[in-house]
């Protein structure tokens, strides 16, 4: 599950019109590359005159099957969106209000953070402000193929009992799938009902989307398409027990289309106040440009705003968006997870000021022999940004790298400076000095 944003200013205008399939196609050929190699992209556009679903690629290698809307992908933390929309439903129903602290639905014996004397609030957890990091610090996977699969809800329960926050509660926003799933968590404690079937009950029967679930059906299964790595390997699906307000749902592109179409008014919901409170505050997301309602965050350039968000699992990638006052919205599904995404073509697709990334499509990784004596040199820590570090270490024959607030992933030599994951990374390449420091 990733947030990840990319802004590119361009002084080209809006498409006064949805691109054609045509269009759309060329875009996703140009993205996929060989159609039967595995890697396929399904995108669902909706305007006034309707919706459609334009798709390239494969399910999964030479599977004869072709993509369309009704292909099952994991769309990571496009379930955050789902989470908050729960909480205006619940805050509607009188069930829980925004200004209650998180603490009111934990068992007593759990000590939630607090800071100058405030407490954190289901509001705070909503608009990632709560203070939370992005992870627990005792989020240490046994499988990194299924990475959250084992972290327990005790083990959660005995971070926030021992965590210190590092700054004031509402002062910054800080994107958190341990706030997100902690929401999620104790939505689902109010209820009494799992996270799932409050989804279920409350969102996805309203809209007739019979295809949005965590548990598969056999039918899901059947459509499901296979989820790959960067270097197009097939992984694990992943399982968030703990976690799943903040990543844990699967859907298909005609689903997603259903649930833009509602927040649109094209389709009429017992939701649509709730989804308009979903989107009714804005607070800053730390960059020019973007800010964050309750999960959802808000993009605006010259006067022209897209509410969107994306996820990122094992082997997926998606995007859901849409502009509200040109009534229009798109989703991108993926069964393959790069660091990229396909963001940057949902937001052409809402607004063609935003270009299309140049990226070359991806090949099979081949692994290259190489001396492990030599991972020596590139062992250490490295800094991304100003938060983000990665850190670079040896284990007998195996090299490993851990971006900060995720689990420790082995890679692999493409070249004796360049080395890629199985699961979710992209390529690093080390730049050697002369003196052979990295």
Not at 140 to 150: Q, R, S
Not at 325 to 344: C, E, F, W, Y
Not at 361 to 390: I, M, N, S
């Amino acid at each position: 599950m990733k947030f990840v944003a990319a802004f590119v200013l361009c002084g080209m205008a809006a498409f006064a019109q949805m691109p054609s399939d045509a269009e759309i196609r060329k875009i996703l050929m140009e993205r996929v590359g060989a159609e039967n190699a595995g890697m396929g992209i399904v995108v669902g556009v909706i305007d006034a005159n309707g919706r459609r679903v334009v798709s390239y690629g494969s399910l999964a290698r030479n599977d004869n099957r072709k993509l369309d809307g009704s292909t099952v992908f994991e769309i990571g933390s496009m379930t955050k969106v789902f989470t908050s929309l729960l909480l205006m439903d619940m805050v509607r129903r009188g069930e829980v209000a925004l200004t209650d602290p998180v603490s009111k639905y934990l068992p007593p014996t759990v000590k939630m953070p607090e800071r100058n004397g405030k407490k954190i609030t289901l509001a705070d957890l909503a608009t990632q402000s709560s203070g939370l990091p992005r992870m627990p610090s005792n989020f240490h996977p046994k499988d990194n193929d299924n990475p959250y699969a084992d972290y327990s809800v005790q083990q959660m329960y005995d971070f926030l009992s021992g965590y210190e926050l590092t700054r004031d509660i509402g002062s910054q926003f800080e994107y958190s799938n341990l706030g997100v799933g902690l929401l999620g968590h104790v939505l689902s404690l109010r209820a009494g009902k799992s996270y799932e079937e409050l989804v279920r009950t409350r969102i996805c029967e309203p809209l007739e989307m019979n295809d949005t679930r965590i548990t598969l059906t056999p039918s899901m299964k059947a459509r499901l398409a296979v989820g790959h790595s960067e270097t197009l390997a097939p992984v694990a699906n992943w399982d968030l027990p703990t976690f799943a307000g903040a990543g844990a749902l699967r859907s298909t592109a005609n689903d997603m289309l259903t649930f833009l179409a509602a927040n649109l008014g094209y389709i009429k919901t017992p939701l649509a106040q709730d989804m308009a409170d979903e989107i009714s505050v804005r607070k800053s997301a730390g960059a020019p440009g973007m800010e964050i309602a309750y999960n959802w965050l808000i993009q605006t350039k010259d006067g022209s705003s897209i509410i969107w968000h994306n996820g990122g699992t094992g082997g997926y990638r998606s995007y859901m968006g849409f502009d509200p006052k040109a009534r229009t919205g798109v989703v991108v599904l993926a069964n393959i997870s790069t660091m990229t995404g396909q963001d940057d073509i949902g937001r052409h697709l809402l607004n063609a000021s935003y270009p299309v990334a140049k990226i070359a499509p991806l090949v099979d990784h081949k692994e290259t022999a190489f001396d492990p004596k030599t991972f020596d040199r590139y062992t250490g820590t490295y800094r991304l940004a100003p938060t983000a570090l990665v850190t670079v270490s040896r284990d007998g024959d195996h090299l490993c790298t851990q971006l900060t607030g995720q689990p420790k992933i082995e890679v692999f030599p493409d070249s004796d400076r360049q080395f890629s994951a199985k699961v979710v990374h992209p390529q690093r390449t080390f730049d050697v000095a002369d003196k052979g420091a990295a």
